[in-house]
């Protein structure tokens, strides 16, 4: 029977209105998911405001950090340099403690999460990044500069009759390689950084603390080639004999100027000994070249390369120079030898600068005389080139035994052998293959036409990806460098009177001509100025070859490398087109023009060539002729 009308009301009303919860029992599934969601978000910014706090307490620490950095690499630089290694090693551990601590700042997990957040990330991971290569710098590194600093310092490292102990180099030998290790790795980790994404206040430590670490590598990597290969080039495992030549700027030859004399010293123990000298003239001319030569020497060089030792520096590859000189020695004296070693008069002024004046037939010669003795006034004061030739081999003795008995302070010669490497003024070879290998990835090696195989050729050609270079071409290596190189065409010596100067006028890297490369403007500037009396000056001065110039006229051959895989796209002399003689040398193309200039010329050349282009903090290197006014190498930046 159906309920009244009213009781249907009410039923229904009753069924509206939810029976109240039971204690205990869940509510609705919407309600409980905006409780969790408010809980969640509870928990979550509770986190997030303390991970901030202890992210802006860790980046406190670790800003202190990029500070620190400065102060790591301002010890290091001051270490290298020769400075005081005394307050270095007190300062040391404190300095270690201060890198540890913003590395740890910069690495725990929650600075690790927030480096993946969109802004911050990026600044959070460079911070990281110099924390962790500053602290190995300290704690791998520094210590090794204070040992190096130390074993420069000590007054046995030169005993009193002149020879080096060996045995010191041999225990510094592996600290020192550890520290070139760590500080390469730390050069690339911070090297590697985009700096284009970080703010400016990080942005600018980052860029300095980079090339700090750059220029420390580079100093320790030779520091740790010098501990190695010292010990057994001078006489470590058994008696060596080099020859040394003595290169003669006021005729230029690639490498710095004509071999003038050569030398042989031995190498025992630490010690060494002055055993025999010849005159360029005591080396006759060969009917034939000492050793074969390819057709592409032969091409750039002609085959005056391998006849007269006088131009086996034609080249500007110095092992080159070396095998065929150490050929010709072992024809005309009947011994072979360890190795070779080449220095102009520049260098020469260097070493008597740490060692003091020397006296040679007669004559003082100091750091200041030097340069004008050798190559102006003895041509004057001894017409006769037999007198010249017994002068300059006593300059050779003098300035040997200068060296070779111990004088001058130990840190100053190794200043002066330093620079003078680093001009392309010095150069080595070993005939020992795993030494040269070893040299011929310094500036000492001079190793430009590296060949594929070889250890200074440790690039790709142009196009490969495994370089640090967009062009896969390592601009610091010689095989990614372009040159520019100066050869007498005279046959006289008047290049005493010659300025040169070698510049990178632009460096074009905005619009590439090819995917990694950059085009190139190298300056060439000559000007010759002699005396108004040269053409009374002998005629082994003013010259014999036939330029068709008057007496006192000079003539220079000028001999562009492009990098292998480039290109010389024009030359211009005084803004005027030129043609050169084009060739090839191990993938390289060539171009070689002859400039003549009367007393008081001048001349500017303009060559564009292609080249690698540099990374965002690199420089391009151009090798050239080390002259008396300028260096055998001059660096360039992206002009645009």
């Known amino acids: 029977m159906p309920a009244p009308d009213g009781a249907a009301s009410r039923a229904a009303g009753e069924a509206a209105v939810p029976p109240p919860p039971v204690p205990g029992t869940p509510g609705p599934p919407r309600r409980r998911r905006l409780r969790r969601a408010l809980l969640v978000a509870g928990v979550v910014l509770l986190v997030l405001l303390v991970a901030a706090g202890w992210l802006a307490s860790r980046a406190a ?64 991971t460079a911070v990281r990044t110099v924390a962790v290569a500053v602290d190995d710098v300290a704690t791998d590194a520094l210590p090794a500069v204070v040992e190096l600093g130390e074993l420069v310092a000590d007054p046995q490292v030169r005993r009193a009759d002149g020879s080096i102990d060996l045995g010191l180099f041999v225990r510094a030998a592996p ?30 430590p980052v860029t300095q603390v980079s090339d700090g670490l750059a220029t420390a590598a580079d100093a320790l990597g030779s520091a740790s080639d010098a501990a190695r290969l010292l010990p ?54 060969l009917d034939e070249p000492v050793l074969p030569l390819t057709d592409e020497e032969l091409a750039v060089h002609t085959d005056r390369l391998g006849r007269w030792v006088q131009n086996t520096v034609l080249t500007p590859d110095f092992p080159r120079s070396a095998e065929l000189v150490s050929a ?138 495994t370089a640090r270079t967009g062009s896969g071409v390592d601009t610091r290596s010689p095989a990614g460098a372009p ?43 000559l000007a010759y100025d002699p005396p108004g009396d040269i053409a009374g000056y002998p005629e082994y001065v003013t010259g014999t070859a036939d330029t068709g110039l008057p007496v006192g006229g000079l003539a220079t051959n000028v001999t562009v490398y492009a990098p292998p895989g480039g290109r010389i796209l024009d030359q211009r002399l005084d803004d005027a087109l030129v043609g050169g003689l084009a060739a090839t040398e191990q993938e390289r193309a060539v171009s070689t023009l002859t400039t003549r200039l009367l007393p008081g010329g001048r001349a500017t050349y303009r060559v564009t060539v292609t080249v690698p282009a540099p990374g965002a903090d690199e420089s391009l290197e151009v090798w050239t002729t080390p002259t008396l006014t300028s260096p055998g190498v001059v660096t360039g930046t992206c002009t645009d």
């Open 483 to 525: 040159g520019v190189f100066l050869n007498d065409g005279s046959a006289g010596k008047l290049d005493f009177f010659l300025t040169t100067e070698l510049t990178v006028e632009e460096l074009r890297c905005a619009a590439p001509p090819a995917p990694g490369w950059a085009t190139a403007v190298l300056r060439l500037d």
């Open 328 to 465: 010709m020695w072992a024809r005309a004296v009947g011994t072979p030898v360890d190795g070779v070693l080449a220095m102009d008069p520049v260098a020469v002024a260097y070493l008597l600068d740490a060692t003091g004046p020397v006296e040679a037939g007669g004559v003082e010669l100091t750091a200041d005389t030097v340069l004008d003795v050798l190559l102006r006034e003895a041509y004057v004061r001894l017409p006769v080139v037999d007198e010249a030739d017994a002068f300059y081999a006593d300059v050779a003795s003098a300035l040997f035994t200068a060296v070779s008995s111990g004088r001058g302070d130990t840190r100053a010669l190794l200043d002066a052998l330093v620079r003078a490497s680093d001009e392309r003024r010095l150069r080595v070879w070993s005939a020992h293959p795993a030494e040269q290998d070893r040299l011929s990835l310094t500036s000492l090696g001079a190793d430009f036409l590296a060949r594929p195989g070889d250890a200074a050729y440790a690039v790709e050609l142009p196009g490969a990806e």
């Open 232 to 285: 057994p080039m001078l006489g470590a495992d058994g008696p060596r004999t080099y020859l040394l030549l003595s290169l003669n700027s006021a005729e230029l030859r690639s490498a710095g100027g004509i071999v003038g004399a050569v030398a042989a010293f031995t190498a025992d123990g630490g010690a060494i000994r002055l055993v025999d000298q010849r005159s360029t003239r005591d080396l006759r001319p």
């Open 61 to 124: 620490q670790a800003a202190d950090g990029l500070t620190e950095a400065g102060a790591v690499l301002a010890d290091l630089e001051s270490g290298l340099a020769g400075g005081d290694v005394g307050a270095l090693a007190d300062g040391l551990p404190g300095l270690q403690e201060d890198t540890a601590r913003a590395r740890s700042a910069a690495s725990d997990p929650v600075w690790r999460l927030a480096e993946h957040l969109p802004w911050a990330g990026p600044n959070l």
């Open 175 to 204: 600290a020192l390689d550890r520290a070139a290790t760590t500080t390469r790795a730390s050069a690339a980790a911070v090297g590697a950084l985009d700096t284009a994404r970080l703010v400016g206040r990080v942005a600018g």
